[in-house]
């Protein structure tokens, strides 16, 4: 029986942080025929980024297992029995990451049976394109999220001499939900906060000061600051400045409130989504509901804003007190992957035909050939595979931790207390000590 018409597959995620957890998960849903039988595994990088069991659970996918692991552990698992191996392994890693395990695959499968292997990006990409798109070369399968993405991706591989084959267009694996018809009861306006955008106090107190004002002009409204995690939490960027500790202290107005949650669930009684440049506005932008990206503190690199450029959507906090409603522009939300068309049921068509045809291959598939090796980058593909315990050979190196045998209760308890403190010290103490510096 063809592999691809297996009634059943095996299906393995690694995720280093709750967003991509959520990337990649739901991507192994959209990539696996519906009529299978899927066994999802998911498998949670340990980093700074580790999420924690309620952002876990606000993310709202069920694995048949969950697990906590490091590099090296999760190599040995991949390495084990040839016969039980994953049919797909969806890497949902920051591109250091998804480099380091290629070549760590690599070396523990060699050019026995192995499993098709998929990454890509979580959202919006809009920094560092080229050096992000080589680090993921490797991959069976380089998803890009639009039309757009995928030209850009094709183009910078081909620019390079690698392989551009394995792109492939999809969409974004979370959009959905009901069409936006209007009318909720009050009119909600929704501000999506991002962890690391803007990055200094001055521009967040402002986005905060302005969100509140927003509150007080149309007392009207529910205004409410859509937050990404708790203070402690890390997502997949560091929030130093969290929008709660701002807020302390100040006399809120009755109709301002900051919210949690699942962002679908809050999109279903949105009517205004208002965001510097999260990828919040492309699900909101699918279901039609007015998205405003702000241009209050320029349109720039550096915030992202800069990628919704044509898109209709910039807009200022005073032209959204004034009851402006931003129109998208058609063509431009069509190569973004928005799908508001109704598209979007068969984005992942080709990747599923795609994976089929590689399970199918006659023969098994060839060693994992990522476009980086010792000998195209001696002086950086190393360091980025010592990183993560790995000589430049792929293998483990010597004294990595866990490489020979899975973790005990004890050291269990101790990497907890560890990346605890690690939070504390990311969240609380560095950014005293750059205060401190600024004196």
């Known amino acids: 029986m063809p592999a691809s018409a297996k009634k059943s597959l095996r299906v393995a995620v690694l995720a280093d942080s709750d967003t991509r957890w959520k990337w990649g998960a739901l991507t192994a849903q959209r990539l696996t025929p519906a009529a299978a039988e899927v066994r999802l595994d998911g498998y949670l990088l340990r980093g700074r980024a580790t999420p924690t069991a309620r952002q876990l659970k606000e993310v709202g996918v069920h694995a048949d297992s969950l697990r906590e692991v490091t590099g090296v552990e999760f190599l040995r698992a991949m390495s084990e029995d040839p016969d039980d191996r994953y049919d797909v392994l ?44 080589l680090l993921r070369h490797g991959a069976d399968l380089v998803l890009a999220n639009s039309r757009h993405d995928a030209d850009r991706f094709r183009a910078v591989y081909e620019g390079v001499g690698a392989d551009a084959s394995s792109v492939t267009e999809v969409a974004l694996p979370f959009l959905g939900g009901e069409p936006y018809t209007g009318g909720h009861e009050p009119y909600t306006v929704v501000f999506a906060a991002q962890p690391s955008v803007p990055d200094n ?17 149309h007392p009207e409204r529910e205004v409410l600051l859509k937050l990404r995690s708790k203070p402690g939490e890390h997502t997949t960027h560091i929030e130093e400045l969290p929008y709660q500790k701002l807020a302390q202290g100040q006399d809120l107005p009755a109709n301002f409130r900051l919210v949690y949650g699942h962002m679908g669930e809050v999109l279903d009684r949105t009517d205004l989504l208002v965001t510097v440049s999260s990828t919040a506005a492309l699900e909101a932008l699918h279901r039609r509901i007015p998205t405003a990206v702000l241009t209050d503190l320029g349109v720039r690199e550096v915030l992202g804003n800069h990628h919704f450029t044509g898109s209709g959507c910039l807009a200022s906090w005073d032209q959204l007190d004034a009851g402006h409603r931003p129109v998208p522009d058609e063509e431009w939300v069509a190569r973004q992957g928005v799908a508001a068309d109704g598209t979007y049921g068969t984005a992942f068509d080709s990747a599923r035909e795609r ?85």
């Open 90 to 133: 969806v890497l949902a890693l920051v591109g250091g990451a998804v480099q380091a395990m290629l070549h760590g695959l690599r070396a523990a499968w060699g050019s026995g049976r192995r499993p098709v292997v998929v990454t890509g990006y979580v959202g919006v990409v809009y920094e560092k394109l080229t050096d992000g798109l």
């Open 355 to 439: 994976i089929a045809r590689l399970l199918d291959r006659p023969g098994g598939l060839p060693p994992l050939a990522p476009y980086y090796t010792p000998e195209t980058a001696p002086g950086y593909l190393p360091g980025i595979l010592a990183r993560h315990h790995l000589g430049p050979d792929g293998v483990p190196l010597p004294g990595a931790p866990a490489a020979d045998k899975a973790p005990g209760p004890v050291r269990q308890i101790v990497r907890r207390a560890a990346r605890g403190a690690y939070r504390h010290g990311v969240q609380r103490v560095a950014p005293v000590i750059r205060r401190m510096g600024e004196l």
């Open 201 to 217: 106090r001055r521009d967040r107190t402002y986005l905060l000061n302005r969100l509140v004002e927003h509150a007080r002009r």
